[in-house]
């Protein structure tokens, strides 16, 4: 019996929050400061929309999609659909310190996936 103090109830929902936190700020710093990632952006979908018109879709996407895990509604849904989002931006990555912090938000979404 180990003695956590009753506190692994709250392990589920600290990831969760946390998660909706870190996309949260990425959804709004989308809009406040989107020149922040147009060097993220693959060359490639200029030929679909602008860049920073890609970044302010994707941010309306995270924004909607923290808020959705902050509430916690169906979270298995919801972390799913980050975790694709997440694996496309890790695969247009060159390795290094941004591709190493995904993987980490990748593998925690992942974890809120198998969870519920």
Do not use: Q
Not at 14 to 42: H, I
Not at 83 to 102: C, E, H, K, N, V
């Amino acid at each position: 019996m180990s003695n956590n103090f009753g506190l692994s109830k709250y392990s589920k929902l600290v990831l969760r929050l946390g998660l909706a936190f870190v996309f949260g700020w990425f959804g709004y710093t989308a809009f406040t400061n989107p020149e922040m990632f147009v060097g993220l952006v693959p060359a490639w979908t200029g030929s679909i929309l602008p860049a920073l018109t890609l970044i302010k879709i994707h941010g309306v996407f995270e924004l909607v999609f923290a808020v959705l895990l902050l509430v916690g509604w169906k979270t298995r849904l919801v972390s799913g659909l980050l975790l694709l989002s997440l694996i496309g931006t890790i695969a247009s990555l060159s390795y290094g310190p941004t591709m190493i912090r995904d993987i980490a938000i990748a593998l925690a979404l992942l974890s809120v996936f198998l969870e519920n």
